[in-house]
Nanobody, 119 residues
Framework: QVQLVESGGGLVQAGGSLTLSCVAS????????MAWFRQTPGQEREYVAI?????????FYADSVRGRFTISRDNAKNTVYLQMDSLKPEDTAVYYC???????????WGQGTQVTVSS
């Protein structure tokens, strides 16, 4: 069982930056692919960024955030980060941390953290 706890959300002006953190409990954090998703009211949860298990050599971003957001992981701290720069009002959403273990196909979600970007 893995528990994910996000932090770092808040209110920021357009053009500003925020860094989200997600700390995972349990063992074998490095074995999990990690990702960030976001969701706005009435909309489906959408993928933002994903980083591969292990050293995270493979990273992929949604088109809407590529060049502005950076995902990274620190396996020693059981933590994945999302650095968000040049924020836009349309980035306003609840951001969720996600973990996936391919060998078992188990997946876990955090409780979410609100990010609000004012214009």
């Amino acid at each position: 069982q893995v528990q994910l706890v996000e932090s770092g959300g808040g209110l920021v002006q357009a053009g500003g930056s925020l860094t989200l953190s997600c700390v995972a409990s349990g063992r074998s954090f490095s074995s999990y692919a990690m990702a960030w998703f976001r969701q706005t009211p009435g909309q489906e949860r959408e993928y933002v960024a994903i980083i591969r298990a292990g050293s995270g050599g493979w990273i992929f971003y949604a088109d809407s955030v590529r060049g502005r957001f950076t995902i990274s992981r620190d396996n020693a701290k059981n933590t994945v980060y999302l650095q968000m720069d040049s924020l836009k009002p349309e980035d306003t959403a609840v951001y969720y941390c996600y973990a996936y273990l391919s060998i078992t196909r188990l997946e876990y979600w955090g409780q979410g953290t609100q990010v609000t970007v004012s214009s």
